[in-house]
């Protein structure tokens, strides 16, 4: 309960503030100090993400599912499938000792070859996919398309737009397409603004939440890195919309 009053507090809020307070609320003050606005604060922006997300997950803010395929589902992440990942590189790991393939490892780490260290501090040094830039330039043409498309109140015009671009992020992975694809959705959910308490079809917010992650997973096994970029998109798009959306406008 503790914690819960200090994101109410972050967000300007009483404790026990209702689902449409604290999305106002939060949608008001997110376009206010985004890094990318003039006089904008990338901490205090943080600040205000990390209370959002932490009052969704404690009041249970998420639509019931509804049109959402396999392939579109995140993998499921838990115990039994680390454990069972584990089990299968000690057998691997036995495997290779076996046989002989440590051996060259074993002799330079006995020697002390520079060779291996170097590929130790290159390895190690690695950064993860979700780490990259985000591609603005795609976000922005997403967040157009997505504007034009509205304006013509074709629902299934967006739902295409939005399975041509996922079945083309499953058919060739890459980090420019994710975010092209997660542009286009989120730009889609703020300019419907629907109750996503009550909100049903492919723009529900479990639906798109479902569709990006099954792509970003293929891309990236870190959670954290993952619901890290889709933030940093997600800032760009409210922020591509703000001169559209009108933040005090009823849910």
Aim: hydrophobic share 40%.
């Amino acid at each position: 309960m503790a914690g819960d009053a200090s994101a109410y507090a972050v967000l300007g809020l009483e404790p026990g503030a209702d689902r449409a307070a604290v999305e106002q609320a939060y949608k008001r003050l997110i376009k206010e100090h985004h890094p990318d606005r003039e006089g904008g604060d990338a901490r205090r922006a943080a600040e205000l993400n990390r209370a959002y997300r932490e009052l969704r997950a404690h009041r249970d803010l998420k639509d019931p599912l509804d049109l959402v395929s396999e392939d579109d589902l995140p993998p499921r992440r838990g115990a039994g499938w680390i454990a069972l990942a584990l089990l299968l590189a000690i057998a691997a790991f036995g495997v290779m000792l076996a046989d002989g393939r440590l051996e060259p490892v074993r002799e330079a780490l006995a020697l002390g070859k520079p060779g291996l260290a170097t590929h130790d501090r290159r390895t190690t040094t690695t950064k993860d996919p979700m780490d990259q830039p985000l591609h603005v330039a795609a976000i922005d043409r997403s967040v157009q398309s997505a504007l034009q498309i509205a304006r013509t109140r074709d629902e299934m015009a967006l739902a295409s737009a939005s399975s041509d671009c996922h079945r083309e992020l499953r058919r060739d992975p890459s980090i420019l397409q994710l975010d092209r694809c997660a542009a286009f959705d989120d730009a889609v959910v703020q300019l419907q603004d629907r109750d996503p308490l009550r909100d049903q079809g492919p723009f529900s917010e479990l639906a798109v939440t479902g569709r990006i992650w099954s792509g970003a997973s293929a891309l990236s096994d870190d959670s954290v890195a993952i619901d890290g970029r889709l933030d940093r998109i997600r800032l760009r798009v409210e922020m591509g919309l703000a001169p559209f959306v009108d933040p005090a406008k009823p849910n």
